[in-house]
């Protein structure tokens, strides 16, 4: 079955860095188009940025400029560089396909706080 494993979350300040990681399982990773997602409280979850099998990416204007996505796929993993990061970055990210699997991962926490 899906496994999603993400990881590399934390509490960092404002125009702080990240880098998180998404390990899959259960899917021929290479050929699918992989995405990182994210959820505030209150809110819904969006999807923030995704890559191709290919290698092609494309991000919401949100992020657009701060994050990069990347991919291994000699590790099955997704990758997502966030710098300049700010309060409203907060949110618990999840990694998913595209389109989304119904089984999502725990997530991984990433608080931009002063």
């Known amino acids: 079955q899906v496994q999603l494993v993400e990881s590399g979350g934390g509490l960092v300040q404002p125009g702080g860095s990240l880098r998180l990681s998404c390990a899959a399982s259960?899917?021929?990773?290479?050929?699918?188009?992989m995405g990182w997602y994210r959820q505030a409280p209150g809110k819904e979850r969006e999807r923030v940025a995704y890559?191709?099998?290919?290698?092609?990416?494309s991000y919401a204007d949100s992020v657009k400029g701060r994050f990069t996505i990347s991919r291994d796929n000699t590790k099955n993993t997704v990758y997502l560089q966030m710098n300049s990061l700010k309060p409203e970055d907060t949110a618990v990210y999840y990694c998913?396909?595209?389109?989304?699997?119904?089984?999502w991962g725990q997530g991984t926490q990433v608080t931009v706080s002063s």
């Open positions: 890559i191709t099998s290919g290698g092609s990416t």
């Open positions: 998913n396909s595209l389109p989304a699997s119904s089984t």
């Open positions: 259960g899917i021929i990773f290479s050929l699918n188009t």
